[in-house]
């Protein structure tokens, strides 16, 4: 009877055992987060561990270039003239737990800085638009939300935008800092057209970005948003290129010689970031005793 009694409950714990590894067994347990930037090429293989329920991904897009300047018109002394404008601030968007196959070959496109492609990623399912080239009197237009496609969406900022410039000032202007996941980029500051003060870049991601460019200097970097490149200071031609990512470039400088010009900064090429969490199922082995 004794012996019954613990063979009894022996079986008890070992279905008990079994049970309890099986409960467990089933429990997915989360693995540390993986991050993928994209900056070039054009498709991405889905990894075998792809979470669909448990993915962020984002982008910004390319910041518009600043425009180069003029001057001419006045004589051989090249005295009246005209600064261009700086260029604008990539948009941001993002797109959560996105449904991929693993193995799957995913398009996406990079927007070139100072380009007119936007940047996207699985065709339409996310796109972030590209801060406007700027013209010789105004400042480009940052990223529209608008045109983006994503579930959180900002726009970038604008560049500074200029007038007909005369003596004795030739003021130049930054361009527009990029949006990023705390909100839009911020606008590059004003210039005073005849005073001499040159224009600061905005900073990108609401100011937790790169910081906007001082006079003749580029744009600040980030993970996500560039800042605006700074207004050109005069007689140099060297112009402020925007920071990555999608940060506008600054304007070029006017030359005080006979129909000189420079070129304007170069705005910074978009960004993919993506960030997913895959689920492991672990495996359990239960081995008997042979007793």
Not at 75 to 82: H, L, R
Not at 138 to 156: C, D, E, H, L
Not at 228 to 246: F, I
Not at 267 to 291: D, Q
Request: glycine share 26%; proline share 5%.
């Amino acid at each position: 009877m004794e012996q019954k009694q613990k063979k009894s409950k022996a079986t008890l714990f070992v279905f008990f055992d079994i049970a309890m590894l099986t409960f467990f067994s089933m429990i997915p347990l989360a693995a540390s987060a993986t991050t993928i930037t994209l900056t070039s090429g054009s498709s991405w293989t889905v990894p075998a561990d792809w979470n669909s329920s448990s993915n962020t991904i984002e982008c910004v897009g390319s910041g518009g270039n600043g425009y180069g300047t003029w001057s001419g018109g006045c004589g051989k002394g090249g005295t009246c003239g005209a600064s261009g404008g700086g260029g604008g601030g990539g948009a941001y968007a993002k797109i959560t737990n996105l449904s991929l196959t693993p193995g799957a070959s995913i398009p996406y496109v990079i927007g070139a800085g100072g380009s007119t492609v936007p940047t996207s990623f699985n065709m339409n399912s996310l796109v972030c638009d590209y801060g406007a080239k700027a013209r010789l009197s105004a400042g480009g237009s940052g990223g529209s939300a608008a045109s983006s496609t994503g579930a959180v969406k900002y726009s970038g900022g604008a560049g500074g935008s200029n007038i007909y410039d005369y003596p004795p000032s030739y003021g130049s202007f930054g361009g527009g800092g990029a949006a990023g996941p705390h909100g839009p980029g911020n606008n590059a500051s004003p210039a005073s057209i005849n005073t001499g003060v040159y224009g600061v870049g905005g900073s990108g991601d609401a100011g937790f970005g790169g910081a906007g460019g001082s006079p003749g200097v580029n744009g600040g970097s980030s993970v996500y948003s560039g800042g605006g490149g700074g207004g050109t200071l005069p007689n140099t031609a060297a112009a402020a290129s925007g920071g990555n990512y999608g940060g506008g470039g600054g304007d070029g400088t006017l030359y005080t010689t006979d129909n000189g010009a420079s070129g304007g900064g170069k705005g910074a090429p978009g960004v993919i970031i993506i960030t997913y969490s895959s689920l492991v199922v672990p495996t359990a082995t239960l081995t008997a005793s042979p007793n």
